[in-house]
């Protein structure tokens, strides 16, 4: 299977943009996320170029707050 590799910012670059990120945590899945930050599912996915369901633990996630 295909995986698509994208560019993560670095922890200084998470801190100094304007969006705000989040780190995956073991058991975290996007309707999880989505809930805890009162987002979307679409909106996640599309903020983070994602087509499935599937995250990785450590992975930085976009959340545009």
Avoid at 6 to 27: D, E, F, I, M
Avoid at 47 to 59: A, D, Q, R, V, W
Wanted: charged share 25%.
């Amino acid at each position: 299977a295909f995986h698509q590799v994208r560019q993560l910012p670095t922890n200084r670059q998470a801190k100094a943009g304007s969006a705000h990120w989040y780190r995956v945590r073991g058991g975290d899945t996007l309707e999880k996320i989505s809930r805890r930050f009162r987002i979307p599912i679409k909106t996640l996915k599309s903020h983070n170029n994602l087509s499935g369901p599937i995250l990785k633990t450590g992975e930085l996630l976009n959340i545009g707050r």
